[in-house]
């Protein structure tokens, strides 16, 4: 145990490091600025589609300072989850890579607790309140502000150890540590992603209509594709397009989390398995995975419409 009592950047990064966090940036607790009004018009433009939870808590996406007092610094992490190349027994049907291991929230969820009571054995006064893609918190401007990466213009952030094949997590911490500069964007003329997309839902660099978007469309919207165009090919969960074009993500290693790397049980299935995809059986498949968000009649649903049916 560190008995000095000082926390330090340097001190919490190496704690997050140690415990499989792939990086970890510091930023001062401040408005999130422009990024609050690029969202603000997202939302006015109706871009979160049937995402309707994105309107609610504004207020504290502008403030966090609302969501622990005191808070003075946002630590901000990443998990590289890049599986790498996977074989699919069934080639007609996709699942986004950071939907094949174990759900991301219960694993980082445990490696943010194990951070947290890590700084606690440094200083046993620190307050934080983490939270893994589930609290009312920028996290890609937050990450951006740490010098973890840059929101490209696929929406992603990108990273320079593992492109966009990142989870983000974030802690509020009411302990000033010294901060990182905000990294600054990497695109430059490059537009691979916004060619690559198959449905045209990067709606201009930086500008994703969910609408349009094959992860929306197969994860959060409910009900029928009425209306819609089948250009989606093999997706029945996510889409990787975007991020497997992108020139950042060629550098990624393979990630050292183990339960992100794919379940054999899930590559294994062959075109016909999915087709005849029971309840029972996407319950038994996905019973610890970030599938389960769709339901079974959700997937049922993805698969039928990619077969044409
Ligand atoms: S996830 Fe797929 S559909 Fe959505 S923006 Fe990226 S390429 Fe387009
Ligand atoms: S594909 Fe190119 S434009 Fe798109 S996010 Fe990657 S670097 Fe940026």
């Known amino acids: 145990m560190d008995s000095s009592g000082v926390l330090t950047r340097e001190m919490i990064r190496q704690k997050a490091l140690a415990l499989g966090f792939s990086d970890c940036g510091f930023a001062p607790v401040e408005s999130p600025g422009e990024e609050m009004n ?30 622990l007092p005191d808070v003075r610094t946002m630590v901000m992490l990443s998990v590289n989850y890049y599986p790498g190349e996977t074989g699919w027994a069934g080639e007609d049907y996709r699942l986004s890579r950071y939907a094949l291991g174990e759900d991301y929230h219960e694993v980082i969820r445990k490696k943010l607790a194990q951070l947290l009571s890590a700084i606690r054995e440094t200083d046993a006064q620190v307050e934080g309140r983490c939270f893994v893609d589930s609290g009312p918190v920028m996290e890609k401007a937050w990450a ?17 150890h593992s492109g966009s094949w990142v989870f983000l997590a974030v802690m509020l911490m009411n302990r000033v540590v010294e901060y990182d500069r905000p990294a600054l964007p990497r695109c430059g003329t490059c537009d691979r ?11 201009s660099p930086g500008w994703v209509d969910a609408r349009k978007c094959i992860s929306y469309l197969t994860i959060e919207k409910r009900g029928a594709f009425d209306g819609l165009v089948p250009e989606w090919k093999s997706w029945i969960f996510g889409c990787d397009a975007c991020q497997d ?19 054999k049980e899930i590559t294994d299935m062959s075109s016909e398995a999915w087709e005849k995809l029971t309840p029972e059986k996407f319950r038994e498949l996905f019973r610890k995975s970030a599938v389960k968000r769709t339901k079974p009649e959700g997937l049922i649903r993805n698969i039928k419409w990619v077969k044409g049916e």
């Not at 951006?144 to 929101?151: D, S, V």
């Open 38 to 67: 690029f969202f603000r018009e997202w939302l006015a433009l109706g871009m979160n589609g049937e995402m309707h939870y994105m309107e609610k808590y504004t207020d504290l996406r502008e403030s966090p300072a609302l969501l």
């Open 144 to 160: 951006q502000k740490a010098g973890l990466g840059w929101i490209g213009k696929n929406g992603l952030l990108i990273t320079r």
């Open 193 to 203: 992603c916004i060619k690559a997309c198959p449905t045209g839902a990067i709606v």
């Open 245 to 263: 074009v992108c020139p950042w993500n060629k550098k990624a290693k393979i990630t050292s989390v183990q339960e992100f790397l794919p379940r």
